[in-house]
Structure formats: structure tokens, C-alpha cells
């Protein structure tokens, strides 16, 4: 009988989650036709660039997205910390699109930046408990 590998113990460490994310949706765009293109460096606030059949750019920024209440829901904008002071950027006029994967139902959604909150996006998997119908996004709407 051969040597038996020992997976590693996947990192749950945020950067190694985000990674994670990055490679699934940058596989997934790829499978289904677009060209993807990675900066040099992590100074832009986008992760990705992708080109379309009509040779059109666009700018990503990766997310992994959580369920919660019938919802994916992620992040939108981004934190850091400067001298023990937090602060928090939107993404409006510096990206294209959000790609967002859910790894707890492993599918790829991509968002275009104007149709979600400047803090937090949700995707809607299920109905609301109120049967609201107005401003829900439908998360088969975005699905890659």
C-alpha cells in the first residue's frame, strides 16, 4: 500500500480565506470565456481585471460573501487602521464590479458596483420574511 498525503488544515486567517475566493472566481470567469488579468502588486483597489469578448476592461474587487438570514452578504467597502484610528472606502468610481463568491454554497456571483450599498452588499437566496419585493436583489440574477 502507497505513502497516504496528508492534506494541509485549511488557513482561516482573513488574507487566506480572500485568496481562496480570488482563485475559485478567477477560474470561474475564465471558464466562462472572459480574460483575466492580475495587477502587479496589492496598491490598486481592484484584484482583478477582466476583458469581454468585445474587448472591454473591467476592474474587480473579490469578496467572499457569508450567508446570513436567506442572504450572501459582503463587505463593500474596505477598513484600515491609521494610528489606532479606523477609517472605511467605498469603492464607487475606483471599480467595476464586485465578484463575489459564497463558499458555503460555492458559487461566484459578479455585481456590478452601482447595484449594492456603500458598506455592506446582499444577495437574496430566499424571500424575505416579509415578502418584501422592492430594492431585494435576487442573487441568480448576478450567478457567473
Same mark, same amino acid.
Given at each position: #500500500?502507497? /505513502?497516504?498525503?496528508? @492534506?494541509?488544515?485549511?488557513?482561516?486567517? /482573513?488574507?487566506?480565506?480572500? !485568496?481562496?475566493?480570488? *482563485?475559485?472566481? #478567477?477560474?470561474? @470567469?475564465?471558464? #466562462?470565456?472572459?480574460?483575466?488579468?492580475?495587477?502587479?502588486?496589492?496598491?490598486?483597489?481592484? %484584484?482583478? =481585471? $477582466?476583458?469581454?469578448? %468585445? !474587448?472591454? @476592461? &473591467?476592474? $474587480?474587487?473579490? +469578496?467572499?460573501?457569508?450567508?446570513?438570514?436567506?442572504?450572501?452578504?459582503?463587505?463593500?467597502?474596505?477598513? &484600515?487602521?491609521?494610528?489606532?484610528?479606523?477609517?472605511?472606502? %467605498?469603492?464607487?468610481?475606483? $471599480?467595476? &464590479?464586485?465578484?463575489?463568491?459564497?463558499?458555503?454554497?460555492? +458559487?461566484? &456571483? @459578479? *455585481?456590478?458596483?452601482?447595484? *449594492?450599498? =456603500?458598506?455592506?452588499?446582499?444577495?437574496?437566496?430566499?424571500?424575505?420574511? /416579509? /415578502?418584501?419585493?422592492?430594492?431585494?436583489?435576487?442573487?441568480?440574477?448576478? !450567478?457567473?
Amino acid at each position: #500500500m502507497g /505513502n497516504i498525503i496528508k @492534506l494541509p488544515i485549511l488557513k482561516t486567517d /482573513n488574507k487566506s480565506v480572500g !485568496e481562496r475566493s480570488e *482563485v475559485i472566481i #478567477m477560474a470561474r @470567469l475564465y471558464e #466562462m470565456g472572459y480574460q483575466v488579468f492580475i495587477p502587479l502588486g496589492e496598491n490598486q483597489r481592484y %484584484d482583478l =481585471i $477582466i476583458e469581454d469578448d %468585445d !474587448e472591454c @476592461l &473591467y476592474r $474587480i474587487q473579490c +469578496k467572499t460573501g457569508r450567508l446570513s438570514c436567506g442572504s450572501i452578504a459582503f463587505n463593500t467597502a474596505s477598513t &484600515y487602521f491609521h494610528h489606532n484610528k479606523g477609517s472605511r472606502r %467605498d469603492y464607487r468610481g475606483q $471599480i467595476d &464590479y464586485f465578484a463575489v463568491y459564497s463558499p458555503d454554497i460555492r +458559487k461566484v &456571483y @459578479l *455585481v456590478p458596483v452601482d447595484h *449594492v450599498g =456603500i458598506t455592506e452588499g446582499q444577495l437574496r437566496l430566499e424571500p424575505s420574511k /416579509n /415578502n418584501q419585493e422592492k430594492h431585494i436583489r435576487w442573487a441568480k440574477d448576478y !450567478e457567473v
